[in-house]
């Protein structure tokens, strides 16, 4: 039998399993959901962002109307003129939020509450411009001398911190990399820790390692399961790319080609470390209840990696985020980020390819052995030293009881009844972590405010939770 | 013909196969029988490589067994397991396509399959939408998709009704004429005495006993004799070389030596009681296993 075939119908398996599964299509629509209006919202609710209105009333200067929305213009805001009989209507139609801001007299701004900075600047702008015009013209001076008195002198502008090149639109590129990395990683590394713990816990796994190596059988799951990550995350980016051009209000960062193949890149490498690492990890557990604890010191280490990994794209040129970019747990993280941001050499990824490849040949031949041991091995949860030396009596449990045993039929479907509540635990609570960094992160982007991201992603975290319980338990 | 030849497989402390050699026939039915714990489940397992032996080797006709020679195996573990969720006739096609079936003729022996036990109705059913014993029955043919020149169950009678208990006999009988080489484990020493040509008896990882029923059972020195009776149960206190071992309110079974006279027995039970039948035979099964498992 060829090994290759073998390893391509249990990838076929996952991908068209999982693929017409209920709960996998409906969060399929509910991703595609959430990025498309994460995209359209902020422009769909802020619909007025470009248009100011302003009122004027009293005297008032017969350019300044046309100096203000050449200003705006300057700043990309159209500014559209309300004229006021009194000042009392314009103060109304402030109060009523129908003007943004209205001029009295050419020389005093009302504004509803605080004053809008930029619109401030324009109006200012515009007011001072036309006296200056005024003045100009009262001294006998042609508007051609005052455009050359005026003349800006061209000034230009060095960051000392910044490298040559660098845009802020490299910096969001990085930031919402590794945003969707650690999302896509965590999500679909999950997704193999079921897989894996659902096989043994169901006993399918002995007819099926009859048939095949156990390395088989793990490289297809994981392959399988890979590829539909990336067709999903794959299908997200087009419809946020999508939904950008539609509502043209989102700066999709000007994303270098290369930096996109790098991320890929970067998702297949780091999915199939942890992948590796949970599949082998998950083999270990017997029942879906242990999964989680074996996997929780991986967890922490993949959120620590992604931390680390955002903190190092405001940082990305010293040294400490160069050994981060290189470090094989978290390199997957960190090193598309420095990619983006234009801080790698050209062999900085290559030393890092090499060194999370040498890793994963190394997890594959170790977590092999380990995963073809234990995965036969019911009852109690295997140690990982146990599994290696394969000591333990395989399957105690099974004990050759006689007649008095259950008929067969029942046990497997006691093993897979608490399934259906309980496979999802570990990755109900990985998913809900991913989505609560997504979410941290997002208002961290959007508040400017560590604190209050952290603050929004753990709140979150804490509400989902309780209410995947509290519907757990009402299940029950 | 499968050949253990010296197997031997420790668990830390624990032997569990201790140089175990026998051999597996084609075309005969091969029952494994011994206590639990014996090793039974063990050595099945080494058959498909999910246990490695620390020395000693298996065979399949002369070979040793690598994944091209287990493409053309079915087994049937002990913890009987599908994936709960998926629809029966992918499956198992799926399974056959994994034992290097095309997709043709993997669809092809499923739906002979799922015909011929009766479940083609449920061809489209998630495996956990149905009964114990359809159940049972998609765990059986998940072991006999790709048609194996191999078949090794274990405890495949375990749970059955008797009802499911005679089909599946029959279907081991039809598959072994068939030619196929087949190895079951059993507690049932009763069916296994009926069905089986051959047996292999193991206990605590050391063969006992091997080879052909029949003649396991005449090479033992010891004979029985049974009666069945009407009324009051025969008097045979006074006969030399009788041993009562059991009875019931019309039946008994005794132990005697070869040099019984075996008319003087009838005789002297005709004589107290309306005898029914009288048979001299060999131990059953259970004596024999019994007797091979005691020393």
């Not at chain 1, 009194?86 to 801001?101: I, K, L, Q, S």
């Not at chain 1, 490289?219 to 990336?230: D, E, N």
């Amino acid at each position: 039998m060829n090994g290759m075939r073998q390893v391509r119908l249990v990838a076929a398996r996952e991908i068209r399993e999982r693929g017409r599964s209920r709960a996998f299509l409906i969060s399929f629509v509910l991703m595609l959901v959430a990025v498309v209006g994460a995209v359209t919202l902020p422009v769909l609710l802020d619909t007025g962002a470009g248009t100011k209105e302003v009122g004027l009333t009293g005297s008032v200067p017969a350019e300044l109307a046309a100096a203000m929305q050449a200003q705006g213009e300057g700043v990309g805001t159209t500014i559209r003129i309300h004229h006021f009989d009194t000042v009392a209507a314009g103060e109304e139609a402030v109060r009523d939020a129908a003007v943004d801001v209205l001029v009295v007299n050419g020389r005093k701004l009302e504004w509803q509450q605080r004053a809008d900075e930029q619109l401030k600047a324009v109006v200012t702008g515009a007011i001072q411009s036309v006296a200056v015009r005024e003045r100009a013209a009262a001294a006998g001076m042609s508007p051609d001398e005052l455009a050359a008195m005026a003349a800006p002198m061209p000034v230009d502008n060095v960051e000392l911190g910044q490298v040559a090149g660098r845009s802020p639109d490299d910096e969001t590129a990085a930031f919402v990399m590794t945003l969707v990395l650690f999302g896509a990683i965590t999500t679909y590394g999950a997704m193999v820790l079921s897989g894996v713990v659902e096989e043994k816990s169901s006993r399918t796994v002995e007819v099926l390692l009859a048939r095949m190596p156990a390395r088989n059988l793990l490289a297809g799951k994981i392959a399988g399961i890979g590829l539909l990550g990336l067709a999903q995350v794959t299908a997200a980016a087009l419809a946020a790319l999508g939904a950008g051009t539609v509502v043209d209000g989102v700066d999709i960062p000007a994303i270098r080609g290369s930096v996109i193949a790098w991320a890929v890149v970067w998702f297949v490498l780091g999915y199939a470390l942890y992948a590796t690492v949970f599949g082998v990890l998950g083999s270990l557990a017997s029942r879906t209840e242990d999964a989680s604890s074996v996997t929780g010191p991986v967890t922490v280490v993949l959120v620590l990696g992604f931390m680390v990994s955002f903190a190092a794209i405001g940082s990305a040129d010293t040294t400490w985020a160069q050994l981060v970019s290189w470090f094989p747990l978290t390199a997957p993280l960190a090193m598309p980020n420095r990619i983006a941001m234009g801080a790698a050499t050209w062999w900085d990824p290559a030393v890092a390819v090499v060194l999370t490849l040498a890793v994963i040949a190394a997890l594959v031949v170790l977590g092999g052995r380990i995963y073809t041991r234990a995965i036969l091995h019911t009852g109690a949860m295997l140690s990982l030293g146990e599994a290696w030396r394969g000591t333990r009596v395989p399957a105690p449990s099974v004990g050759d009881t006689p007649e008095g045993r259950p008929a067969t039929g029942a046990t497997a479907v006691e093993a897979s009844a608490p399934e259906t509540t309980t496979t999802n635990e570990p990755l109900t609570r990985l998913v809900l972590i991913g989505l609560a960094v997504l979410l941290g992160g997002a208002v961290f982007a959007l508040a400017q405010d560590f604190v209050i991201g952290v603050a929004a992603g753990a709140a979150f975290y804490a509400l989902a939770r309780g209410v995947v319980k509290a519907r757990e338990h009402a299940d029950r | 013909m499968l050949d253990f030849d010296g197997a031997t497989k420790r668990f830390g402390a624990l032997t569990a196969l201790d140089s175990c050699s026998f051999a597996v026939r084609p075309g005969r039915l091969t029952g494994f029988v011994g206590p639990n714990g014996a090793g039974k489940t063990t050595a099945m397992r080494t058959v498909f490589g999910l246990v490695d032996l620390d020395s000693g080797t298996v065979r399949w006709r002369g070979a040793a067994i690598g994944q091209e020679q287990r493409a053309r195996f079915g087994y049937m573990p002990e913890e009987r397991g599908l994936y709960p969720r998926m629809r029966v006739r992918n499956q198992l096609v799926y399974l056959g396509e994994l034992c290097g079936l095309t997709d043709t003729q993997a669809r092809r022996n499923v739906d002979l399959w799922l015909d011929r036990l009766d479940l083609a109705s449920r061809a489209g059913d998630r495996l956990d939408a149905l009964s114990h014993g359809n159940q049972q029955r998609v765990q059986l043919i998940a072991a006999l998709v790709n048609d194996p020149e191999l078949l090794v169950l274990d405890e495949p009678f375990s749970g059955l009704d008797p009802l499911a208990i005679a089909s599946m006999s029959d279907l081991l009988a039809g598959v072994a004429a068939a030619g196929v080489t087949v190895l079951f484990s059993s507690h049932q020493l009763d069916l296994v005495e009926d069905i089986c040509e051959d047996v292999v008896i193991i206990n605590d990882g050391r063969i006992v006993r091997a080879g052909d029923l029949a003649e396991l059972r005449a090479a033992v020195p010891q004979r029985f004799v049974s009666l069945r009776f009407r009324g009051t149960p025969p008097d045979l206190s006074g006969l030399p070389s009788i041993e009562l071992i059991d009875k019931s309110d019309e039946t008994a079974r005794l132990r005697v030596g070869q040099d019984v006279d075996l008319a003087a027995v009838i005789t002297t039970a005709r004589r107290s009681t309306d005898l029914v039948s009288f048979a001299y035979e060999p131990p059953t099964l259970s004596e024999l296993f019994r007797q091979a498992v005691a020393g």
